[in-house]
């Protein structure tokens, strides 16, 4: 934790993982919107999905693990809910893709969703859920991951930590935009808590064998506990039953980890929910609606004076304020990987 | 705890209370769905919704705080995203005709939902899931109540531990249910550890100025936390977005609760979203991935063998077989309480 960081500015940071995705075949356009992602993604402060993934996918689209030109076909029916196959596509393009298909049904029909099967890991749900929020839409994102959870009192994974986010307007600064996984602590607030030599609670994570345990490393080397136990179990089934088994999709331990199967398509699936708030409130009943609502969670008083009382997506919104000031922190070994990453393939990093 | 239990036929019990309902003005058919839908519930074994309600239920139906024939309308666009006044009927009775809207937009549009205003309490949410499934429909079921949770560092109640539910298919013996509220606990828990006399975690519940505590006593009379902190937070925000904000009905503050406000409407929110899980596959499709997802849960190993990995809506299935056969049993004050109900206006209970 103590490594020493480097500030990069964003634009310099997107210029060289565009031209990085580019020299993997990626058109310009998908190139620009995968780098942009991770670097917004950084920008909220969520530095467990940005940049730090580059390599990764990287490393899949050019052993064509990933499919950088892919062909993305509607291929369900042509009511409120279709399906797409992303041909697999990088996460980012396929998930942008799908959620603009989910935005234009919405427009249709006031509500919309798109299925989509044959894609990839695609980095943070709020990314998706934000372009719907940007349009001035309710957006639910939901993606389904290979097992890493344990029910209580089981011995293997039986689900993933499935993510979901919610974006809605605000018509304030910053939208609404929840992002939040189905299980109880990530991956690396465990890593932290070992890095620090702390215990963890026990129901973050479990030993291998899916007992439960307070030593950060082994449940580093277990299985994550599902967030409200048979709450999050029971959503991120649901998740899965969305994204994977109605789509047609890979569910359960069909799907792949990029991380464990770096060859292998993940066949990931998602499902992009998309609702017009204007279906039944003017534009200017529902800007003063939600300003009511927000300034009354805004205006509830704490007991706690180091809590602020935030919406869903106010610390991400002043984290990328400061962080477009400051530049983003990376660590030197990161750095060093992406300069590599770089150097293979004779592209500079300006940083 | 210990109080004496009298085991009620389920059919008797649902003739009493169709009786006391259709005593108030409603209509047969209002009276017997909402009879059973108690009745149901009881034989789920979710008590803490069930026959243990009626008594307000009447009441509020008596006094006329609640409307007896309700003439629910469709007073928003005709897509595939409705919107429904419930005029101020019975929970029960708006729910279902809202659900069964959903189900018939979900046939024609593949997708649908029914934002609901001017609605009560509907009990178990869950039951309104069950409807879809039982069209083999995937159902997602969300209502607002009126703030009864604190933010973590909060000193007042900021969002209600809004419920939600979903219902899907299994063509099994019985529906995949989950029905789970946005706090930790519920008040049921916390009353029960202190009848036991016994401490809290420190996650279920605040005292009344939002501090944390482990006193059952202080929390019982405190506010409730949400499910993994901001997580269950955030959805309880957008659950009230959804069934309040979205549909230009009450949100937040303006909600009221029936037991706290007996005499007034309660102005409840529902949304009712309903997704064809035929768009996309056939139905002997569906069956033989649906029974496979269900098998892979069935068959994951454990290492704590009183635990038995179930999906939801199992248990509450194999609590229906069993209260079926035994009756349901109700304490003898809640048979005293809904003895003297039925006094009151001269119907007596065959109980």
Redesign the interface.
Known sequence: MSETQLFVKPPLLKTFLQALFQQTGMPVDDAAYSAQALVTTNLWGIDSHGVLRTPIYVQRLRTGAVNPRPNMRIT??D???Q?MDGDNGLGFVVGRAAMEQAINLAR??????V?VVDSNHFGAAGLYARLAADQEM?GIVLTNVRPNMV??????P?SGNNPLA?G?PTYGEFP?V?D?SMS?AAGGKILLARQKGEKIPFDWATDR???PTDDPHEGFAGFLLP??G???L??S??I???CG????GA???DLRSMYAQPDDPSLTGHFM?V???Q???SKE?LRQ??SD?YG??HA?????R??K?M??GELEHQTAVERGRSGIPLSQSLVAELRTLGQDVGIEAPF
Chains 1, 2 share one sequence.
């Open positions: 369900g029916n009511r409120a809910l399906l249709r029909f006031s509500i919309g969703a299925g309710i029910a209580p009192g089981g011995s293997r039986i919610i809605a609404f929840l939040i109880n064998h899916g007992r967030v409200g048979h709450k999050g029971g959503l089934y649901a899965d039953l969305l088994l109605l789509t047609g569910f359960q331990h929910l609702i017009n708030p279906a039944f409130l009943a609606r939600l609502f009354t969670i509830s008083p704490m007991w706690d180091d809590q009382m919406i869903p």
